[in-house]
């Protein structure tokens, strides 16, 4: 790596109001240093959103973007943040991101903005690498990759549809049978086509898109839309090559006053929401299971944990990619994992210092994009440069969700050898 100069200060930080994928508005921050590196960093958002995430600020003015307007976390960047940081070698991320904590003052990040602290801190993330003018990815890595991560594929949408509620939030596929990543991608988009003609011989009509871009659930039963997952996958001739995965999301429609969740139409205890998805687990070859239980619900989690060998446990809601609540999921043994969704916490820093504690003590990570996405989403150079086993991506449609694809299939071109990671060692249902 190249030793730091002069040339290596932040001159620039400006910033604007973009629109993610969703036409929600988002903040876009662009860092420029003396030498002429550029980096580029913009903020995505969730439709699921944790209360422990750091603090999406905006204008809440219902004239412009029904509220969603930035304006504020824009002004933020250029008047507090650019001062703050403006000078300081780009390269040295730790300082700079806690320059911008220590400016903000609050927990959350609600003064400036988690959204601006988080897009002026990818930005210079992005113009270190660009100083030195290697992929990101490799700047993470500090040298070449050896795999890419699997990709795993949300491809049908739970929620509320005409006649029922689907509970679970993202029912996905995980193409782990093969060594190349071309050759997963090329499966997951043949069983997503397969699909839609299985839904429809289902249901007697084509399928809706859902707002995540995965057809809508037909079904409030998870095991008739993973039946008819299978029933694609075997169509495609892919079987036992491809997995499954569950994101619950279940603190939205967990009940606090009654400590229930909704499953099939009824509401459910902890436990009996535990046992359901231990009996998915032995019907099904699972790889993992996200946000089985609510946010706060640490107990719940310690008891799926044992009640449930046959797949991985992730926190989500639970964990916020927080160092400190992955202490405490450590210390419970409350989940063999987490998704890494680096805006959830604020700054690079934040995230890194929790992936090198989740690695240090035998946790995996999953690293995510949102559902607010955009198309330079910095999860995935995190996901190459980090050599994580696997990650989300969404379906296999929508603009920013095929680039992610594209990314992973360049990056792997790039380096003779480079091969998809190999996740059978992870799998529990095998």
Not at 272 to 285: G, M, N, S
Not at 311 to 331: C, N
Request: with cysteine.
């Amino acid at each position: 790596m190249s030793t730091p100069t002069q040339n290596d200060a932040i001159v620039s930080v400006r910033a604007q109001q973009i629109i993610d994928c969703k036409c929600r508005p988002a903040v876009e921050v662009v860092v420029r240093t003396a030498s002429g590196a550029v980096g580029r960093g913009a903020a995505p958002t969730g439709t699921s959103v944790g209360m422990h995430e750091a603090y999406v600020l905006r204008d809440g003015d219902p004239s412009s973007y029904q509220g969603l307007s930035v304006h504020k976390a824009v002004r933020h960047v250029n008047e507090d943040i650019a001062q703050a940081i403006t000078g300081l070698n780009v390269f040295d991320q730790r300082g700079i991101d806690q320059r911008m904590i220590e400016l903000d003052g609050t927990p959350d990040k609600r003064r400036l903005g988690g959204n601006a602290i988080y897009s002026a801190s990818i930005a210079v993330f992005r113009a270190a690498a660009d100083a030195r003018r290697i992929p990101l990815y490799e700047h993470l890595a500090g040298g070449p990759i050896a795999t890419v991560p699997v990709p795993c594929f949300n491809v049908i949408n739970g929620g509320k549809y005409a006649g029922h509620t689907q509970a679970f939030n993202e029912f996905l596929i995980v193409p782990y049978g093969t060594d190349t990543v071309d050759h997963a991608v090329e499966m997951a988009v043949a069983i997503f086509h397969k699909l839609s003609e299985v839904i429809t011989a289902h249901t007697g009509k084509k399928p809706e898109v859902a707002s995540s871009y995965g057809y809508a659930a037909p079904s409030d039963d998870p095991e008739v839309l993973l039946d008819l997952m299978q029933r694609a996958i075997d169509q495609c001739g892919l079987s036992g090559r491809v997995a499954f995965a569950l994101d619950c999301a279940s603190s939205e429609f967990y009940d606090a006053a009654t400590r229930t969740y909704l499953l099939k139409g009824q509401r459910v205890s902890s436990a009996q929401l535990i046992d359901y998805a231990r009996q998915l687990t032995e019907k099904y070859p699972m790889v993992f299971i996200e946000d089985l239980l609510d946010e706060n619900d640490w107990d719940g989690y310690q008891t799926a944990v044992k009640a449930i060998p046959r797949t991985l446990i992730l926190g989500d809601d639970l964990t916020v990619t927080k160092l400190a609540f992955l202490e405490k999921a450590h210390t419970m043994k409350a989940v063999h994992g987490f998704v890494l969704k680096p805006n959830q916490v604020g700054t690079i820093t934040e995230a890194l210092d929790a992936y090198a504690f989740a690695n240090s003590h035998q946790l995996i990570a999953v690293p995510s994009g949102r559902s607010g996405g955009v198309v330079d989403d910095v999860v995935m150079d995190l996901s190459v440069g980090l050599q994580v086993p696997f990650q989300k991506n969404g379906a296999p449609r929508s603009g920013e969700r095929i680039e992610k694809l594209n990314f992973l299939m360049r990056a792997s071109a790039q380096y003779p050898g480079c091969r998809l990671h190999d996740i059978r060692p992870l799998l529990r249902f095998a």
